[in-house]
């Protein structure tokens, strides 16, 4: 009996001194970049808990629910729009009518398109009110070793400088890192730096498909990401430009695009990054 007890305090001995027991194992996220095709969509799942960044272009809700469905998703804890540009927030709409969404977050910025009134309408008719997405305010969450917390906008902008507007949200966990970067460019990653709030990070979200405007020197010799992800489709604006694809050669980033790979799914411990490619 004495060496039962021995063995029992012993084994709860080397549980509380390296942290080893079941209530304490590590959480998992995961990272979702859905191919939509020329836009953003990205699904965070910490635990129990979905958040949603963009919803692709109009007439995209329809996939990016049936993505959501497959990963048993029917509850959004958050739904992101980063800016009010079409191809981000046109599936937002569909994705809202459809599934149980809990909050909703944008940048106090609006727009006249037809996208943008179809988005408002869905937070209404959800009876939702639209958090404002700025620099400081944080999306809460019940998971463990993890925050999600938006880095801009920092400023004011013109109503006519949209993606410079973009809600930027770093998502933390453990030792791991990713930046959401929308379409922020040049001006909203100077203002960023200048308030020092860009960390070194693991994973990018690179900004505006990879256009030229974006994602500059400065702004990678600060992050300096080990991966990277181009959420982009078949376009006529030459995304993405060999200028930025190059910038990210510089800094050693391993790059991966939707257009090439299809969905990319990162899966986070907190200390080790995973990444699988499905088509």
Known sequence: ????????????????????????????????????????????????????????????????????????VSTLNAVVSTHPDADHIGGLAYVIQTLKVKSV????????????????????????????AKQGVEITTKAKDI????????????????????????????KKSFLFMGDAEEKAEADMLAKKVIPDIDVLKVAHHGAKEATTTSFLNKAKPNYSVISVGK????????????????????????DKQGNIIFTSTGTKLTVKTVK
């Open 147 to 174: 925050s999600l917390k938006f880095l801009a906008p920092v400023t004011i902008y013109t109503k006519s400088d949209l993606n410079n507007w973009s809600a930027v949200l770093l998502l933390k966990h453990n």
């Open 105 to 132: 977050y944008a940048p106090k910025v609006s727009h006249t398109t037809q996208a943008y009134k179809d988005f408002l309408l869905a937070v209404k008719k959800k009876k939702l009110t639209i958090k404002t």
């Open 235 to 258: 376009n006529g604006y030459g995304h993405p430009t060999s200028s930025v694809l190059n910038r990210l050669k510089k800094t050693n980033s391993k790059v991966y695009r939707t």
């Open 1 to 72: 009996m004495k060496k039962i007890n021995i063995l029992v305090i012993l084994a709860l001995i080397i549980s509380l001194f390296t942290g080893v027991t079941s209530s304490q194992a590590a959480s998992t996220v995961k990272v979702h970049f859905i191919n939509v095709g020329q836009g953003d969509s990205i699904l965070i799942q910490t635990g129990n808990e979905n958040i949603l960044i963009d919803g692709g272009g109009k007439g995209k809700g329809d996939e990016v629910v049936a993505y959501l469905k497959k990963q048993k």
